[in-house]
């Protein structure tokens, strides 16, 4: 998965989730969360997926902003990546995690639903989707990252539930080809290439 290069790295870090070495490898891989580097911890099917999100960002929205969600959200799964690998989340924080894939699931079933089926985009069910993840990823790097972390995890979210966006996304007629890449690679990198359950 996605972790995989970046988990290796990850190794041998101190057992307590304050530790010095802990804090510097966040606070390093932190600044590191650019493009160029993403390609080197991600896999090749998540360097895709962003890459679409990128160009889809960076044509409805100021080159600045675009770089900015993208660079945060890089900074999110990059500290999340270290508490996981580090073994640093509670039994509780490790049924959250499980219970966000599970909603994540939801939601790309959702993304993909409405580019397959004419007519069925509902903005204000993704939004529920959407501030569900969010609430829970909250609730899950609180007791271990910093109020600018979350701060990062808000912006991120809060610019996807921007109607503006997502009627860019799922209803603009002169811009389809982003969604229609973005929604099979979305759907082949949680599902694999069988079709999700119903």
Known sequence: NEYKSYLRMSDGVGTRSHSLGLRMQKKLLGKMASKSVARHIIDDDAGKILDTLNSFLKEHLPEDDARKIIKNIMKIIIKMGILY???????????????????????????????????????????????GIEDIIIRIIHPHLTEKSEKRVRFVFGEFSKSS??????????????????????????????????
């Open 165 to 198: 966006l997502l009627s860019s996304l799922f209803r603009n007629p002169n811009h389809p080809n982003h969604l229609d890449t973005l929604a099979p690679l979305l759907r082949d990198y949680v599902f694999g290439r069988d079709p999700p359950p119903t």
């Open 85 to 131: 690998s580090n073994d640093k989340f509670s039994p509780e924080e490790k049924q959250l995690l499980k219970l966000m894939m599970k909603k994540f699931s939801k939601l790309i079933m959702t993304l993909v639903t409405f580019w397959e089926v004419a007519f069925s985009y509902d903005e204000k069910h993704f939004v529920r989707q959407l501030t």
